[in-house]
């Protein structure tokens, strides 16, 4: 069975270009989460959807990120303009819907990105 | 969120138990113990998780304190494939905000 998929792997882009990365969850699973990781912040929870709705995104930086879900099978995080400082691995994650019972969450492998 | 404490790192020999401690003195009496692993340029991967009695599956076997203030994640035969930075996550049933912290480690020495 496919994993989460994340494309692209690797980004490299200059300071001020719109960025967009892309996440195909597990069929069937209706949770998805964005993460964010770096050295000196660790994983951070981006924000999350359920059922295509976004339910929290308490941990997006600002609003030059901003996430959408426009089906079951596809969710994009995109940050514009973006800043050397937004340079990390971004992984998404999906899960059988979580409430009322506690789903795993399965992680792509993830887009590094480097913004110069 | 209860606050969890980890050792940074931990290091063992292929072929051997390793026993990765996790203290998590302020969790609630909702709070589930997760624990998920990093391997190297990968994304995390859910290991186990458990509420008060001790929980085995093929990758991990989990110890919880009968107090519940710690638990103890247990790789029965290691191989080098386990070296990872593993992660004690507390969470209540139902949520999904998983918090991690700065995780342990583990080396796994041939």
């Known amino acids: 069975d496919a994993g989460v998929i994340q494309s692209p792997r690797h980004e490299v882009t200059e300071m001020g270009q719109e960025v967009t990365l892309r996440c195909k969850p597990i069929?069937?699973?209706?949770?998805l989460f964005w993460y964010r990781q770096t050295m000196m912040r660790g994983l951070e929870l981006l924000i999350y959807f359920n059922n295509n709705v976004p339910i929290d995104d308490s941990g997006m930086p600002e609003d030059r990120f901003s996430a959408k879900m426009p089906n079951a099978s596809f969710s994009t995080l995109k940050i514009q303009p973006s800043e050397p400082r937004d340079s990390a691995v971004y992984f998404c994650?999906?899960?059988?819907?979580?409430?009322?019972?506690?789903?795993?969450?399965?992680f792509g492998d993830g887009t590094r990105l480097s913004i110069l | 969120d209860a606050k969890t404490t980890q050792p940074n790192s931990m290091e063992s020999n292929e072929e051997e138990p390793v026993h990765l401690p996790c203290n998590h003195s302020t969790i609630s009496g909702t709070d589930y113990i997760h624990w998920y692993r990093q391997l190297p340029s990968q994304g995390p991967e859910y290991v186990i998780h458990g509420l008060t009695s001790n929980v085995n599956n093929r990758m991990a076997s989990l110890a919880i304190a009968e107090d519940r203030k710690s638990s103890t994640l247990i790789l029965h035969r290691a191989t080098l494939r386990d070296a990872a930075v593993y992660y004690c996550?507390?969470?209540?049933?139902?949520?999904?905000?998983?918090?991690f912290g700065q995780g342990t480690r583990l080396t796994i020495n041939p």
């Open positions: 996550i507390p969470l209540v049933l139902g949520a999904q905000k998983l918090v």
């Open positions: 994650a999906s899960s059988l819907d979580g409430r009322g019972a506690n789903q795993p969450q399965h």
């Open positions: 069929s069937g699973h209706n949770s």
